[in-house]
Nanobody
């Protein structure tokens, strides 16, 4: 099964930027879609951004459109999430996920998940 590991979280002030990375390994040939989700206590996991591994399609959640950008480096098997103009409501644990189909963008579309990285935005 594909393994994904997130990095890059931290504590920033509102208006700042942060870039998350997600490195995929093991059976990466089976990856069709990569995605980012986030979750806060007591809430369901929220879709943030996703893209086909081939780069054909990119998807964003409504709350991050225009502020977040997903990109990839296939040579490094890594996906990035560039987060600009961060807001306190962006505070969450961010999860990277890999899917074996082109389906997007619910948690059920992804089969491999990372452990998550905490992003905290102070006001």
């Amino acid at each position: 099964q594909v393994q994904v590991v997130e990095s890059g979280g931290g504590l920033v002030q509102a208006g700042a930027s942060l870039r998350l990375s997600c490195a995929a390994s093991r059976r990466t040939f089976s990856i069709y879609t990569m995605g980012w989700f986030r979750q806060t206590p007591g809430k369901e996991r929220e879709f943030v951004a996703g893209m086909w591994w081939s780069g054909g399609s990119i998807f964003y959640g409504d709350s991050v459109k225009g502020r977040f950008t997903i990109s990839r480096d296939n040579g490094k098997n890594t996906v990035y999430l560039q987060m600009n103009s961060l807001k306190p409501e962006d505070t969450a644990i961010y999860y990277c996920a890999a899917g074996s189909t082109t389906g997007c963008c619910t948690p059920a579309d992804f089969t491999s998940w990372g452990q998550g990285t905490q992003v905290t935005v102070s006001s």
